[in-house]
């Protein structure tokens, strides 16, 4: 499958660090770290937490950064009484570009299911934002060879009742449990092949178009030592990078990855 007009996507999942000073800190260095010439070449977001990111689109607007604004999580209704949510229409507001769907600490620490994540991947399309749906299998499910069903299963119902002009505006973000936060990251090619398992499931569901534009994104332990070898690989057009994308210096190094190898 010809990987050609996908311009890859370098996103900084901040999680739950940085308050909204360290915030504005981190992308005003970022800011002075990148050129014009990553942004031909490489499209960046930061996703910080929600407290954050109106100070956060203030810096990158004032200063006509192309830095895109992302979000970690949303909810799907457009308002009512959901105490503690934030809903799509709130981040459109906030000129959010694109909303991490599905990551596997929501899943597994707020038990977000499969069905709820198809719910938000369709609301963050709504509000003209682009969905990043994440997947990814434990280390016991790698194990018991049950990876490639997992994240095949992950995507077929995250995607279900999409058309197929969003699937292919969209990004997956194929995250293994067992590389997040543990500095094991997967070889590049277990990374690529599993990628290519994303990618050949979103041809059965949506067709070969969506598949050939489909961006796919590699996360866990993504660094500027490794970031290069993985984007190598035909399958992955991009990283979720999440500990590495807090100090801007370390960020940076991954957007420029093409220098860094
Ligand atoms: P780390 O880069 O810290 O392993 O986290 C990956 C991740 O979960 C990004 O969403």
Not at 19 to 45: C, G, M, P, R, W
Not at 114 to 142: S, Y
Not at 159 to 187: D, F, H, N, R
């Amino acid at each position: 499958m010809a990987a050609t007009a996908r311009t890859p996507l370098i996103s900084g999942n901040w999680k739950m660090n940085h308050n909204h000073f360290e915030a504005i800190q981190t992308v005003q260095k970022l800011a002075y770290l990148l050129h014009a010439d990553d942004y031909e070449v490489v499209d960046v977001s930061v996703h910080p937490p929600f407290t954050d990111i109106r100070s956060v689109q203030t810096v990158l607007e004032a200063d006509e950064t192309p830095i895109r604004i992302g979000a970690q999580h949303c909810y799907f209704e457009e308002k009512g009484a959901f105490t503690g949510e934030v809903s799509p229409a709130m981040l459109a507001k906030l000129n959010v570009e694109l909303v991490i769907v599905g990551h596997s600490e929501r899943r597994e620490i707020f038990g977000e299911t499969d069905e709820l994540v198809n719910q938000k991947v369709k609301a963050v399309f709504k509000h003209a934002m682009t969905p990043i749906l994440c997947c990814g299998e434990t280390l016991a499910e790698r194990e018991a060879g049950g990876a490639e069903e997992k994240v095949s299963g992950q995507v077929r119902a995250g995607l279900a009742g999409l058309s197929a002009e969003q699937v292919a505006s969209m990004v997956i973000a194929y995250e293994p449990i067992w590389a997040i936060g543990t500095g094991k990251t997967a070889t590049a090619d277990d990374a690529q092949a599993m990628c290519k398992v994303v990618r050949d499931t979103v041809a059965e569901v949506a067709g070969e178009e969506a598949a050939t534009s489909v961006r796919i994104q590699y996360g866990g332990s993504v660094k500027g030592s490794n970031a290069a070898e993985l984007m190598a690989q035909p399958d992955i057009d991009g990283a979720l990078v999440g500990g590495a994308s807090l100090v801007a210096e370390d960020f940076a190094a991954i957007v420029q990855y093409r220098s860094h190898g």
